[in-house]
C-alpha cells in the first residue's frame, strides 16, 4: 500500500483504486511527523480488519471514507 499526503492520490481516473495496492491517502491540517503518527495508529485497528488492495482510504483527523 502507499501511504502519501499527496492529494493527487485522490484522483481515482488517474489512480483507479481497482489497479493498486491499495492507497491511503492523509488529508491532515497537521503534517508533522508526530501528528501524522498519531493519526495512523488511531487508523491502525480498522486497518486489521479491512481490506486494504483495491482501495483509496481517504483519512482526515475525524473520520475515514474507502473508496472502491
Given at each position: 500500500m502507499l501511504v502519501?499526503?499527496?492529494t493527487d492520490f485522490a484522483?481515482?481516473?488517474d489512480y483507479p483504486?481497482?489497479?493498486n495496492a491499495g492507497i491511503l491517502l492523509l488529508r491532515?491540517?497537521?503534517t508533522s511527523n508526530r501528528h501524522v503518527?498519531?493519526?495512523i495508529r488511531r487508523l491502525l485497528p480498522l486497518l486489521r480488519n479491512e481490506e486494504v488492495a483495491r482501495?483509496?482510504?481517504v483519512i482526515d483527523e475525524?473520520?475515514?471514507r474507502i473508496h472502491e
Open positions: 502519501t499526503l499527496d484522483n481515482i481516473q483504486p481497482s489497479q491532515l491540517g497537521l503518527l498519531t493519526v482501495r483509496l482510504w475525524h473520520s475515514v
